[in-house]
């Protein structure tokens, strides 16, 4: 095979006509809103367009993004449901520190932990698969392994928090 063949097959294995196929829409759509001034505004033109241009690339590529979209909503909607009872009961129990709200207290904390969902639900959901990375096996005694370590290491943090075992 020549040099330039190879490149081609590598370039539409990476997904390159999806590309090309969502910049001429984002420049198409972009162009026509920019003639005909729509909006006045230059960020709602481009927020339109950038739309549009993602619509159709996922109706070119409706199989995987199907799938995909679908986990991710599946997964954030059961992680959210599980949030919202989280934080009913630490209103319920009137959980405060120093008599503020516990989340007021720590809002790093709770957004770093909220990061970290989300992370895990893109790669949950399959995503690692669109980014063309592959999917990491995670099986039920390395679940169960991270599970034991991750309490053991709260359990350590409990311990030296309180000033040690008495």
Do not use: Q
Not at 44 to 62: M, N, P
């Amino acid at each position: 095979m020549s040099g330039l063949e190879t490149l081609i097959i590598s370039l539409r294995e990476a997904g390159f006509p999806l590309v090309l196929l969502w910049l001429l829409t984002l420049s198409i759509v972009y162009g026509i809103l920019s003639h005909v001034e729509l909006p006045r505004s230059l960020p709602a033109r481009g927020v339109i367009a950038i739309t549009s241009a993602f619509l159709v690339l996922f109706a070119a590529a409706s199989g995987p993004a199907t799938v995909f979209i679908s986990n991710l909503l599946t997964a954030s909607i059961m992680i959210a449901f599980g949030l919202m009872i989280a934080v009913i009961f630490l209103e319920m129990t009137g959980t405060k520190v120093k008599d503020a709200h516990l989340f007021a207290a720590h809002p790093k904390f709770f957004g770093a932990v909220i990061f970290i969902l989300v992370i895990l639900i893109f790669v949950g959901a399959g995503g690692l698969g669109l980014l063309n990375i592959p999917s990491m096996t995670i099986t039920e005694p390395l679940l169960a392994v991270l599970f034991f370590v991750a309490v053991m290491a709260v359990g350590v943090w409990a311990i030296t928090k309180e000033g040690g075992t008495s």
